[in-house]
């Protein structure tokens, strides 16, 4: 076995890239941790084996056509490689490396000093700069090579230049799924540096930074020509942070562009197509990246665009990727030639000129239509497939991004946001194909997602219906409409049919009744539990959609929905008026009439559920029902909450009460109930029905 190797010895005489099959920067806090770790326990005098690091020889032809890298391997004699497997190690060096560079630079003591006059050790900054970073071409040092960076046309790089190595004058940078990781490390890096710099002072960040560039080993491997690269980046890659199916497939693709002959597919038509590859999924992770507080994980995306292009079918959770990988995007359907009439290649003079077609044979064979050897998984597929995951990225983030959304119209945001919030179960990727197929409006998408929010609330928050319940059907549909085999109004139809299970006719009748007994037993099994509609999973929802009918009505929003989805210890976002523990004698005299069993329906129905605009303290919840109506202030005249004649709409509904008892919780229980019944286009037969549902059917004679 080679000798092992430090990175002092790995980064002489050496320029890394990363090549346009390989994912970019992927690790997170865990594996940053585990390497900051290792590296403050490693003993000086020991060595720790840091991994294999795989390299492949750049040839001539490549880096001939480099720029900034071109002089340092024609004057200097460096030896330029693609890193085949090691790039996430390698990456998270050279940015912990420049973090102690800037750490240094800061220093007060350094502050007047060039690079040349700051050493850690006995290595001056500027040293450890060319060494390990980046080199400036003289004599005008205009020119800067990077030791260590992405192809150039990635994203990547450029952030990795001006956002983690500081070059300056970065104008516009696109940020992706990956930068996003790449500035999380800087400052895992910068911020852990800072306080061991403060608890142990300089000479223990010294040590740290000899044994990051000396005692740290690898087992450098170089291969040859001969090698199935792209094959060992899959093997090698999946040893350590494991590659997403998205990043697979990227690669996968690119190796498939080289398996094409020159009769299918010339070396320029190749490189076009592996340029489209790499453009769709820069896009595509620029997408998945875009939103740094919910970046968008890439299997989702990739699931979602399998259920969109190809034909779904109710299989195990992983079976999309063996399709994909295994099926559909094989190098055995590249060898597999089948034959192909000319007339589906378009016309009869885009045959290659090689591919000359004896037209007497033709002839002599009952003037059959000449054909031609083509492989079974044509260039054609590949770039329709990388154009179509391009194309569906940006709608991908708009429908988890809706809010405040310029490419979606105001009232496509508003349901889309709707969606977002009831939780759009397997509907995703039919939101999305509505946006792709260009002969659907605006008019249509909104009509379209009315009708799936309807579907999610009755059939899964009322009617409780399995989560799996017709999802099949629903993502063919959205294949269907992408390929404008449905129709957005026939969809919307389809919609409304599946859920007449929900409905029944009454004797007498002309109308359809909403059957709650489904509803009515789940929520039958929330009271034996102890908490009735408040542990129903759609009452936020539910709550936050009647405030919002009445701010569409009387305007001024005071309710937000974060109150609703954040982590609250002490607070809550919805109130019990008449509280779960009723100790105060207010409540205990307004409803002694009633036997203890029956208070905990009063306690747990709908009607005395209020949402809150702010959150408040829980030892607020047991006070009067007056008490609550007006803002409460401590000794010292500060106000601890706001009472509900100044809170939101629904609050200061409530607040109109005079008191708050039986009879009026049943009041505002029928009133949210007749909400219901307008909001989802149901109907309850009467009013009974509507006060069993609400579990209070017992104050009717």
């Known amino acids: 076995m080679k000798e092992l190797e430090s990175l002092k010895s790995i980064f002489k005489d050496r320029i890394f890239k990363i090549p346009d099959y390989q994912r970019g920067y992927a690790w997170t806090t865990r594996q940053l941790k585990d390497f900051w770790e290792d590296l403050v326990n490693i003993p000086l005098d020991r060595y720790h084996y840091t991994g294999m690091l ?25 030896k330029p490689f693609h890193i085949v497997d090691g790039q996430q190690r390698l990456a998270t ?97 910068k911020e852990n540096l800072d306080n061991f710099y403060d608890k142990y002072g300089l000479e223990e960040i010294e040590l740290l930074f000899k044994k990051v560039t000396q005692n740290l080993m690898f087992n450098v491997y170089e291969i040859s020509d001969d090698f199935d690269v792209f094959v060992a980046f899959e093997t090698m890659n999946n040893r350590g942070k494991k590659l997403s199916n998205l990043e697979l497939l990227k690669n996968r693709l690119i190796y498939l562009t080289t398996l094409y002959d ?40 990739l699931v979602a665009h399998w259920i969109m292009y190809f034909q779904y079918s109710r ?27 000319l007339s589906s ?29 083509r492989s079974k998984l044509s260039p054609n597929e590949i770039e329709d497939y990388v154009n179509s995951l391009k194309s569906a990225a940006v709608h991908w983030y708009n429908t988890h991004n809706p809010v405040n959304n310029p490419d979606l119209t105001k009232v496509e945001s508003l349901w889309i946001d709707r969606l977002n919030r009831i939780g759009i179960v397997y509907f995703r990727p039919l939101v999305t194909v509505s946006f792709l197929n260009k002969s659907i409006d605006s008019n249509q998408r909104v009509k379209l997602f009315k009708a799936i929010e309807r579907f999610i609330f009755v059939t ?49 009748s002309k109308g359809n009744y909403f059957d709650y007994t489904f509803f009515q037993k789940f929520i039958e099994k929330k009271f034996k539990s102890g908490g009735g509609f408040y542990l129903w999973n759609g009452l936020k929802y539910f709550l936050y959609e009647y405030e919002m009918e009445k701010v569409r009505l009387r305007g001024s929003q005071k309710i937000d929905w974060k109150l609703f989805v954040k982590s609250e210890k002490d607070k809550v976002s919805i109130e019990h008026v008449y509280p779960q523990t009723p100790t105060a004698k207010c409540w205990k005299v307004g409803f002694k009439e009633y036997k203890k069993s029956q208070q905990v329906y009063f306690q747990g129905t709908l ?30 005249k500060e106000k601890l909450r706001q009472g509900y004649s100044d809170g939101s709409h629904s609050e200061i509904e409530v607040s109109t009460y005079e008191e708050w008892n039986p009879d009026n919780i049943l009041d505002r229980g029928l009133k949210l109930l007749d909400f219901m019944e307008k909001r989802w286009d149901l109907k309850f037969e009467n009013e009974y029905a509507m006060a069993e549902l609400l579990f209070l059917e017992f104050m009717y004679p």
Request: charged share 30%.
């Open 607 to 636: 009607g005395n559920l209020l949402p809150l605009s702010q959150s408040i303290n829980s030892s607020l919840q047991n006070d009067c029902f007056s008490e609550k109506k007006s803002a409460k202030f401590n000794e010292k």
């Open 460 to 508: 899964f928050r009322l009617s409780r219906a399995f989560s799996t319940y017709r999802n099949s059907e629903f993502y063919r549909a959205a294949r269907q409409l992408k390929n404008s085999e449905l129709t957005a109004d026939t969809i919307v139809q389809r919609l409304s049919e599946r859920m007449d299970y929900c409905f029944y006719t009454a004797e007498g």
């Open 262 to 301: 020159e009769t299918e597919l010339k070396t320029d038509e190749c490189n076009s197509l592996r340029e489209k590859i790499n453009t769709a999924w820069k896009e595509v992770y620029y997408q998945l990246g875009r939103n740094k507080q919910n970046p968008l994980n890439d299997d989702d995306f």
């Open 345 to 373: 290649i378009q016309e009869f003079e885009e045959i290659r000129e090689d591919e000359e077609i004896d037209q007497e044979d033709a002839e002599l064979n009952g003037n059959e239509e000449p054909t031609v050897l």
């Open 93 to 189: 060096f050279v940015i912990f490396i420049q973090a102690i560079y800037e750490l240094f630079i800061k220093l007060k003591e350094n502050i007047d000093k060039g690079d040349d006059e700051i050493y850690i050790g006995s290595f001056s900054l500027k040293t450890i700069r060319e060494e390990y970073l980046v080199i400036e071409k003289p004599p005008h040092f205009i020119i800067r090579t990077y030791k260590f960076g992405y192809e150039v046309d990635n994203p990547s790089f450029k952030f990795l230049k001006h956002r983690i190595f500081q070059e300056p004058n970065s104008g516009s940078i696109q940020e992706t799924f990956y930068t996003l990781n790449l500035e999380n490390a800087k400052n895992f890096f």
């Open 315 to 341: 299989e195990k959770g992983d079976d999309y990727i063996r399709f994909l990988l295994e099926q559909k995007f094989t190098p055995q359907n590249i060898y597999t030639k089948t034959e192909v009439k």
């Open 54 to 78: 795989s390299l492949k020889k750049v040839d001539r032809q490549v880096w001939s056509g480099w720029n900034d890298e071109k002089w340092l391997i024609s004057d200097r004699g460096y």
